[in-house]
């Protein structure tokens, strides 16, 4: 015969009967029912006097120091008048749950601020038992796709964990939230996000946002009447990047070949040529500036990124498409090839290019979905689960008032 101590404002409904180290880092308490209230049903908490048998659970509390908490909790199961059978509600437990609601509180606090690795070290959680408290989390919080007053989207496609594979992502341009996430990137893969919105949604979308060479322009074409494709800046401001500045500047480094001190300056200026001008400091601006001098061709596809930015930023469909014509005179008479061949490959896509100019769709959207999403890659560590990744995604953009 012990003493029982009343924990009652612990462990609500439990006395305490014994606390024991297990070992130098884990502590066990023993807990038994306070008899002097009635264990509540499971289902409908309708208090039962009739106990049909009982289990002991263990359980994790939170941690108290450096001791590891865990509880021994005697449950009964209970005989419901309504219900039948079932195991007692416990209010600072969770249905069939071996962590206290007190430790879960307490993991979905840490689930905001460190990667999923760092918390299973803290706490010796397993990641599965965390991404299984943040995916609950997340379904809680993250709040449903707000359709009513969508008129303009931006549409983006990423890379999965295993190379090769794609998902696409649809953002109301205005709001900011992720309305949908799917895997595949082919016109099949992105139609249930059409469904989705249904015929009287898509009949009010007036732009779509997105990067050229994709199949979302012709679903979008199918599904929406209305709407007007727009290519973004920031995809082809990227893809003049690769293909262009890359190009010649590697180009340039190889005709060097003789001279290695200049070679390695071209070769090293890579980041000074893509970078924003405004972001560069002022030794740097003078370094790009040195670079460009002695280099033609350098200095030819640096104007031409330049010009080719002032499309998106004209002040009407006719300026943009004015600007167009002259932008592309300078690039096929640039007589670089690599030039020639984006100024032709781009010909095909003007239209989404000048549509531009009505729609502005701030491409920093993208901007900000596209590093976010490789940041939620690296926070993943040792999980390759789909939906728990766009769950993060759809949490990380949920939208905000008008
Ligand atoms: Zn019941």
Known sequence: MHDAI????????FRLIETRSLSATHLLVRLEPDERTDPRCG????????VHDR????????????????????????????????????????????????????????????????????????????RAIDARRLAREVPPPDLSRVRRLVMD????????????????ADTRQVLWVGEGRSRKEIRPFFEMLGPAVCAH?????????????????????????????????????????????VDQAHALKADPAARRVIKRSRWLLLRHRGNLTGEQALKLDDLLAVNAPLMTVYLLKTQLKE?????????????????????L?????????????LSGYVEGIVASAIYRLNTSVLEGINHRIKVIKRMAYGYRDTDYFFLKIKAAFPGKAR
């Not at 496609?157 to 649809?170: C, D, I, P, W």
């Not at 946002?209 to 973004?232: G, I, Q, S, W």
Request: proline share 4%; aromatic share 10%.
């Open 205 to 249: 979308i007036e732009a779509v946002a997105m990067d050229m060479n994709t199949a979302f322009d012709l679903e979008v074409k199918a599904h929406c009447p209305h709407a007007r494709v727009v290519y973004d800046l920031f995809h082809v401001l990227a893809k003049f990047g690769r293909e262009v500045v890359d190009r010649v500047r």
């Open 43 to 50: 289902r409908c908490l309708a208090p039962c006097g009739l």
């Open 311 to 331: 499309l998106w930023y004209a002040p009407n469909e006719q300026q943009a498409q004015l600007r167009w014509y002259e932008w592309q005179q300078l690039a």
């Open 157 to 172: 496609e990423f890379a999965l964990f295993k190379g090769h594979r794609y998902a696409t992502v649809a953002i109301c």
């Open 55 to 130: 289990s002991v659970r263990r359980v994790r509390e939170r941690d108290l120091f450096d001791q590891q908490v865990w509880l021994e909790v005697p449950l009964r199961r209970v005989v419901c008048l309504a219900c039948g059978v079932s195991t007692e509600h416990v209010p600072w437990l969770p249905a069939r749950s071996r962590l206290t609601a007190r430790l879960i509180a307490h993991v979905e606090v840490l689930l905001r601020l460190l990667p999923l690795l760092h918390i299973s070290q803290l706490t010796g959680l397993h990641w599965h038992t965390l």
């Open 6 to 13: 009343d924990v009652a404002g612990f462990w609500a409904g």
């Open 333 to 345: 008479q640039s007589g670089l090839k690599p030039v020639v061949a984006f100024a032709k490959r």
